[in-house]
Nanobody, 120 residues
């Protein structure tokens, strides 16, 4: 079993910053990909950013230059630093991990979600 704990969401004014964290624990051999998705009311869940075990990153066009994803492999934790937040960034943010378990099985896990609200 793998457990994910997200933290860092909240209310911020437009132009402000937030940092999200997602810590994984349990039967983990390695985490191939760590990512953040978001879902606004009435919309689909979309990729925001992802980082591979080698450190390669990709970002949604809408967040490039404002958001930074990073990971701490020793802590099995992924971060999303969000700067220059806009009202359209408001959503529930979910971390998503592609985990190789200690039984050598590749599984995908979602965090519980953390609300980000941006006031204009």
């Amino acid at each position: 079993q793998v457990q994910l704990v997200e933290s860092g969401g909240g209310l911020v004014q437009a132009g402000g910053s937030l940092r999200l964290s997602c810590a994984a624990s349990g039967s983990i051999l390695s985490i191939n990909v760590m990512g953040w998705y978001r879902q606004a009311p009435g919309k689909q869940r979309d990729l925001v950013a992802a980082v591979t075990i080698s450190g390669s990153t990709n970002y949604a066009d809408s967040v490039k230059g404002r958001f930074t994803i990073s990971r701490d492999n020793a802590k099995n934790t992924v971060y999303l630093q969000m700067n220059s937040l806009k009202p359209e960034d408001a959503a529930v943010y979910y971390c998503h991990l592609e985990v190789l378990t200690i039984t050598n099985v590749l599984r995908r896990y979602w965090g519980q979600g953390t609300q980000v609200t941006v006031s204009s």
